[in-house]
């Protein structure tokens, strides 16, 4: 059973390097980070986790219909490559690499402009940086320590209400995964071809019977 090291479901691979989740050292959790969309406090709406009770047809059923949210046709984050490159191409090149950098780098997780998240490398090098900008919670973006694109999750509308769903694309726009988040504890995994992998409780992920397949840090 492999323990999953990395946040967001990224898979890293760099120009000529490839950094396997055991190397890569940061926290798992839903995006960049929760932002209220006003200064009231909303309530928590816990959501009992059933899987183990429930019987084999209701989970298909529940996977078929998360499936169809997020890759049906009335989903508006399921971008074709061009459809991911008119949307994106603001995003290509962060102009303020340098200073984003120095933020993620020291610690800073936000300012008056946007999130920001760090990824290191085993020995502590800051290998990406994430940014999520206070006018548009709907992209994270993934850059080098260069300023150039790597990854994006894209969020359903609703965010950061749940439910909501999200898809990461690499910077030429290939999908590279998808997840329904149902609360914060709970979240729904599915591969580019829209195939169930498990679903996450807190630290660990089960799948369709019920077999821990996996975990994760920092819940």
Known sequence: MKKILASLFLIFAFAGTSFGFEEIF??????????????????VVEVAFDWFEIQSDDKAKRINEYREIIFGENSKINLSKEEFKKELSKYKKDTNFKHHYMLANNGVTEDEDAKYNP???KNGTLVIYAIMYNNDIHHALYYNPYGKLYYVDITSDNYPDYPYYSMQYDRKGNLKSAIYFVSHDIQYMYNTQG??????YKDKMYNGDGKEISTREGW
């Open 26 to 43: 940061v926290e798992e959790k839903p995006p960049v980070a929760e932002t209220e969309t006003n200064n009231t406090q909303k309530p």
């Open 119 to 121: 990824f290191y490398y």
């Open 195 to 200: 195939d169930f992998i498990g679903v996450w």
